[in-house]
Structure formats: structure tokens, C-alpha cells
């Protein structure tokens, strides 16, 4: 039961790692990268905002 409770708490810390590393490059793209990913800066504005708990 320990090491499932580790398990889970080593994914929890990947996942915000992977997600705190993907904003953080969302954040540096300029317009054009943007809209070649078919994205907008309010979009990626809105993905900041949430939590990192959720996806």
C-alpha cells in the first residue's frame, strides 16, 4: 500500500512537470508558431490559468 501511495505521488509530480514544461513553452511562441499549431493567445491565456491539477 506504501509504495502504490509513492506510485501515485512520483506520477502526480511528472504529470505537472510535463504540463508546467508544455505552458512554459506555450508562453514563448510567437504568433506565427501559434497559428501554425491553430492556436490563439487567448487560448493559451486560458490554459494558464488553470489549475495543474486539471487537464
Same mark, same amino acid.
Given at each position: 500500500? #506504501?509504495?502504490?501511495?509513492?506510485?501515485? +505521488?512520483?506520477e502526480?509530480?511528472?504529470? @505537472?512537470? !510535463?504540463?508546467?514544461?508544455?505552458?512554459?513553452?506555450? #508562453?514563448a511562441?510567437?504568433?506565427?508558431? +501559434?497559428?501554425?499549431?491553430?492556436m490563439? @493567445?487567448? !487560448?493559451?491565456?486560458?490554459?494558464?490559468?488553470?489549475?495543474?491539477?486539471?487537464?
Open positions: 500500500m #506504501v509504495a502504490s501511495v509513492w506510485q501515485r +505521488l512520483a502526480i509530480v511528472r504529470i @505537472r512537470r !510535463e504540463r508546467s514544461s508544455a505552458r512554459r513553452q506555450l #508562453v511562441m510567437s504568433e506565427r508558431e +501559434l497559428l501554425d499549431c491553430g490563439s @493567445r487567448s !487560448e493559451i491565456e486560458y490554459e494558464l490559468k488553470k489549475p495543474f491539477r486539471r487537464k
